[in-house]
């Protein structure tokens, strides 16, 4: 199991980002978070299968909905055994 951390910037709050990667994520059967940074910034913790998480940053990079993806910043961390794949506000 991989675990990665990624910080999304670009037009990705208030657009329903959150929604549109917590859903993806739970179809790829993905566990973890995602939640609005202060600074506008996204933040999004994936674990699960590398692949799956490959997909999830492709998914992410395009920019779901109507958000304007303009960089990801993407690193790998510990897993730390989430249960589910949920928003946080």
């Known amino acids: ?7 999304v ?4 709050q208030g657009v329903a980002f959150r929604a549109n990667v917590r859903n993806r994520a739970n179809g790829l059967g ?5 939640k609005n940074l202060e600074n506008g910034d ?3 913790v994936a674990e699960g299968n ?6 999830l940053i492709d998914f992410i990079k ?4 109507i958000a304007n993806v ?3 910043q ?13 928003i946080i506000h």
């Not at 993905?30 to 995602?34: E, I, M, P, R, T």
């Open 30 to 34: 993905l566990k973890g978070y995602v």
């Open 50 to 55: 590398e692949e799956k998480i490959k997909e």
């Open 42 to 44: 996204v933040e999004v």
């Open 74 to 86: 993407v690193n790998h961390k510990v897993p730390e055994n989430f249960k589910s794949f949920e």
């Open 1 to 7: 199991m991989k675990c990665t951390h990624l910080v």
């Open 9 to 12: 910037s670009g037009r990705v």
């Open 62 to 65: 395009k920019g779901p909905g």
């Open 70 to 72: 303009s960089g990801v």
